[in-house]
Structures are given as structure tokens and as C-alpha cells.
């Protein structure tokens, strides 16, 4: 079973942001971040933390979340903000399967460009843009990926890409 197309009420469409505001935005989350999560080691605190003061920040992220390496090929869903996200998603498939075989981060401007199914799977019909990037623990080991979706297209860039990249790294690397 997969989202519906309608938004339920605690969820609101994308806005996005120039990329002025969005760096102002993401140094504001980052310092909140770094403050909140200062001497924690807990792996899912640290997850829920991260997605509830990014969402708070960053206007356009509709769904919010990681998804953890379950298996030598496999990804199941952990903790995020959003609609029903998909529970099992193979490194075969998808967005966030690419980026867990390659290990680097995806910028998708939009995902109804591609292949649905395959190169990407649609947990919610509202997801326009999406990027994911791999989270490596402490010796270089793939733990999970970080996907973040936008209603709307183009929401992700380069901006995204190095703030999440550097904060990720300081967090779970
Ligand atoms: N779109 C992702 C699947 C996860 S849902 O977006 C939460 C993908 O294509 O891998």
C-alpha cells in the first residue's frame, strides 16, 4: 500500500527556496544539529533529530527519512517524517538504490522522468524532485541513505548536495 495522492492534514506541499535563502536556512538547521545532538551516539536519535529540524527549516521537503542497510543488497526504511514510506527498497532498485550501490549522492529534478518502478520508486505520488545521499559510519562502511522528496520540481541543487554531504559526515562519519 502506497500514499495517496491526497495530503493528509498534518503534511504540506513543497515551497522552494533561492539558493540565498536556502543557505541561510541550512546554516541555521546545522547549528541546531550540531547543538542538539552534541555527545549523542544513539544511531536512531540521532536520524529523528536530523529529519524533525531539517522538515522545521527547509520548506520544501515533503518527506524526510533514512533508509538503513538491512541486507547485503537491501535498504528498509528508518525513521522519517511523512507520508507511508515504502518498508524494503533492494539496491537495484530506485533512487535510493543507486545511490547505495554507487555511493554518491542523486539529484533527481524530476522524478517522472524517470522509469517508474526501476530507477524510481514512488512511495507517495506527490514526490516531484528528490535527492539521496549515502551516510558512512566511522570506517567508511555504507549505513544507510538520506532521501529527502519535494511536491515540486527542481527543489534540489548543489546547495543541498554539500550541506548535507558535510553534515552528515560530521554526524554519522
Ligand atoms: N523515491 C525513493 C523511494 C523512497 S520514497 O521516496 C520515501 C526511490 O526511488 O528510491
Given at each position: 500500500?502506497?500514499?495517496?495522492?491526497?495530503?493528509?492534514?498534518?503534511?504540506?506541499?513543497?515551497?522552494?527556496?533561492?539558493?540565498?535563502?536556502?543557505?541561510?536556512?541550512?546554516?541555521?538547521?546545522?547549528?541546531?544539529?550540531?547543538?542538539?545532538?552534541?555527545?549523542?551516539?544513539?544511531?536512531?536519535?540521532?536520524?529523528?533529530?536530523?529529519?524533525?529540524?531539517?522538515?522545521?527549516?527547509?520548506?520544501?521537503?515533503?518527506?524526510?527519512?533514512?533508509?538503513?542497510?538491512?541486507?547485503?543488497?537491501?535498504?528498509?526504511?528508518?525513521?522519517?517524517?511523512?507520508?507511508?514510506?515504502?518498508?524494503?527498497?533492494?539496491?537495484?532498485k530506485g533512487?535510493?538504490?543507486?545511490?547505495?550501490?554507487?555511493?554518491?549522492?542523486?539529484?533527481?529534478?524530476?522524478?517522472?522522468?524517470l522509469a517508474q518502478g526501476t530507477d524510481h520508486?514512488?512511495?507517495?505520488?506527490?514526490?516531484?524532485?528528490?535527492?539521496?545521499?549515502?551516510?558512512?559510519?566511522?570506517?567508511?562502511?555504507?549505513?544507510?541513505?538520506?532521501?529527502?522528496?519535494?511536491?515540486?520540481?527542481?527543489?534540489?541543487?548543489?546547495?543541498?548536495?554539500?550541506?548535507?554531504?558535510?553534515?552528515?559526515?560530521?554526524?554519522?562519519?
Open positions: 500500500m502506497s500514499a495517496s495522492a491526497e495530503m493528509p492534514y498534518f503534511i504540506k506541499p513543497s515551497v522552494n527556496l533561492s539558493q540565498e535563502d536556502k543557505r541561510e536556512a541550512y546554516e541555521q538547521a546545522v547549528m541546531a544539529i550540531e547543538a542538539n545532538l552534541e555527545g549523542e551516539e544513539a544511531t536512531i536519535l540521532k536520524m529523528a533529530t536530523i529529519n524533525c529540524i531539517l522538515k522545521t527549516y527547509l520548506p520544501y521537503y515533503y518527506w524526510v527519512g533514512f533508509y538503513l542497510v538491512s541486507g547485503p543488497e537491501r535498504l528498509s526504511v528508518g525513521p522519517y517524517q511523512g507520508t507511508l514510506g515504502c518498508l524494503h527498497i533492494d539496491f537495484s533512487v535510493c538504490g543507486k545511490a547505495a550501490r554507487e555511493r554518491k549522492t542523486q539529484l533527481v529534478p524530476d522524478t517522472h522522468a520508486i514512488a512511495c507517495d505520488p506527490n514526490s516531484r524532485s528528490e535527492i539521496v545521499v549515502p551516510v558512512l559510519d566511522p570506517q567508511g562502511k555504507l549505513l544507510a541513505v538520506f532521501d529527502v522528496d519535494s511536491t515540486l520540481e527542481n527543489s534540489f541543487d548543489e546547495v543541498d548536495q554539500q550541506y548535507l554531504e558535510i553534515m552528515l559526515h560530521r554526524v554519522f562519519g
